[in-house]
């Protein structure tokens, strides 16, 4: 008898560790779900949507009230900084899930790193030092603004397929804040979330025109400005809303067109600039493995240093003049 006993509570102690075991996995995968889940990461942007954004009214200010009581003591004293909306706006434009700090963090190290290498390992002045840690130090923000660039492209290119997608869904009898809904749930990132969080900000009560207006200064684009305009008008004016936004749909795609065309028509220029710019290293790498003897005197000697420098900053300044002429705005 006292076999079984002990045979039964074994058993019963192996359940409750099994169950134990179970439920602390569970409340973890919880947990994490809460914080890092799918989730929680698109609150989180919608969040940092309208922090970056100008919107002043009742409710945007609660949630933005809300969000800086969750942050951290070192976050909430950036967001306070007068920049600090600004830059969280390039970051949200960008599509990058960092905040404002974690950008100011990064670049401070990138030019801490290259400052101490440049006068200690390399041995060169405070004065090379501090300008090409300022170098590295822009390496992150150039970054968030060439991912901003790529991001807002995209937008511009989606935006005539969104709009037809509202237009057929005025046409079939919905109104303009489920057509919002329709773009945010069945168009592509990045113009489904831009559209996503304008049809929550008219859910939590901020109006249709100052929500458009958030959208206009969350996608600085000309295309976007001109949607914006035609609904403000039509709402105020009145008029046949599909129409103009079949209108306005055929004109981005001939904008498109022609910015294609004309990118076509440049791509000799820019083939030329981009061989312009990267010859001379080419050719100073070239020569530095065949011959290290012929470029020696210029890591070297203290005149090779000086005309390297001054060759590094008018080869800089050419390669502006370049990117300037070959742009072509449309």
Same mark, same amino acid.
């Given at each position: 008898?006292?076999?079984?006993?002990?045979?039964?509570?074994?058993?019963?102690?192996?359940?409750?560790?099994?169950?134990?075991?179970?439920?602390?996995?569970?409340?973890?995968?919880?947990?994490?779900?809460?914080?890092?889940?799918?989730?929680?990461?698109?609150?989180?942007?919608?969040?940092?949507?309208?922090?970056?954004?100008?919107?002043?009214?009742?409710?945007?200010?609660?949630?933005?009230?809300?969000?800086?009581?969750?942050?951290?003591?070192?976050?909430?004293?950036?967001?306070?900084?007068?920049?600090?909306?600004?830059?969280?706006?390039?970051?949200?434009?960008?599509?990058?899930?960092?905040?404002?700090?974690?950008?100011?963090?990064?670049?401070?190290?990138?030019?801490?790193?290259?400052?101490?290498?440049?006068?200690?390992?390399?041995?060169?002045?405070?004065?090379?030092?501090?300008?090409?840690?300022?170098?590295?130090?822009?390496?992150?923000?150039?970054?968030?603004?060439?991912?901003?660039?790529?991001?807002?492209?995209?937008?511009?290119?989606?935006?005539?397929?969104?709009?037809?997608?509202?237009?057929?869904?005025?046409?079939?009898?919905?109104?303009?804040?489920?057509?919002?809904?329709?773009?945010?749930?069945?168009?592509?990132?990045?113009?489904?979330?831009?559209?996503?969080? &304008?049809?929550?900000?008219?859910?939590? +009560?901020?109006? !249709?025109?100052?929500? %458009? *207006? #958030? =959208? $206009?200064?969350? @996608?600085?684009?000309?295309?976007?400005?001109?949607?914006?305009?035609? &609904?403000?008008?039509?709402?105020?004016? +009145?008029?046949? !809303?599909?129409?103009? %936004? *079949? #209108? =306005? $749909?055929?004109? @981005?795609?001939?904008?498109?067109?022609?910015?294609?065309?004309?990118? &076509?028509?440049?791509?000799?220029?820019?083939?030329?600039?981009?061989?312009?710019? %990267?010859?001379?290293?080419?050719?100073?790498?070239?020569?530095?493995?065949?011959?290290?003897?012929?470029?020696?005197?210029?890591?070297?000697?203290?005149?090779?240093?000086?005309?390297?420098?001054?060759?590094?900053?008018?080869?800089?300044?050419?390669?502006?003049?370049?990117?300037?002429?070959?742009?072509?705005?449309?």
């Amino acid at each position: 008898m006292p076999q079984f006993i002990g045979s039964d509570s074994l058993l019963i102690m192996s359940v409750l560790v099994f169950v134990t075991v179970l439920l602390t996995i569970e409340g973890l995968v919880i947990l994490w779900q809460s914080k890092r889940g799918a989730g929680a990461k698109r609150l989180q942007q919608r969040l940092s949507a309208l922090s970056a954004s100008l919107d002043a009214s009742g409710r945007t200010r609660i949630l933005k009230q809300r969000m800086l009581r969750e942050l951290p003591t070192l976050e909430r004293l950036f967001l306070r900084m007068p920049r600090a909306a600004r830059l969280q706006r390039s970051i949200h434009q960008a599509g990058l899930d960092w905040t404002g700090s974690n950008l100011v963090f990064i670049s401070a190290m990138f030019g801490i790193a290259i400052f101490i290498a440049v006068t200690s390992l390399a041995h060169q002045s405070a004065l090379t030092g501090l300008l090409l840690g300022a170098l590295a130090a822009a390496v992150p923000r150039l970054y968030v603004a060439y991912r901003r660039s790529r991001r807002l492209r995209k937008i511009e290119e989606q935006l005539p397929d969104g709009l037809d997608l509202m237009v057929r869904a005025l046409r079939s009898g919905h109104a303009f804040s489920s057509s919002l809904q329709m773009l945010g749930e069945e168009m592509a990132e990045p113009i489904a979330g831009e559209f996503g969080i &304008v049809h929550d900000e008219v859910n939590f +009560g901020v109006s !249709l025109q100052q929500a %458009l *207006t #958030n =959208l $206009s200064t969350r @996608v600085p684009t000309t295309d976007l400005r001109y949607f914006v305009v035609a &609904v403000m008008i039509q709402r105020e004016s +009145g008029g046949n !809303l599909a129409e103009v %936004l *079949t #209108n =306005l $749909s055929r004109l @981005v795609r001939e904008r498109l067109k022609l910015r294609y065309k004309i990118k &076509v028509l440049s791509s000799e220029g820019r083939l030329s600039a981009w061989i312009l710019s %990267l010859m001379p290293f080419a050719m100073a790498g070239l020569l530095n493995i065949f011959n290290p003897g012929f470029m020696s005197p210029l890591w070297t000697d203290p005149l090779g240093v000086t005309i390297v420098k001054y060759m590094l900053v008018m080869m800089a300044l050419g390669i502006l003049i370049i990117v300037k002429i070959i742009k072509i705005r449309v």
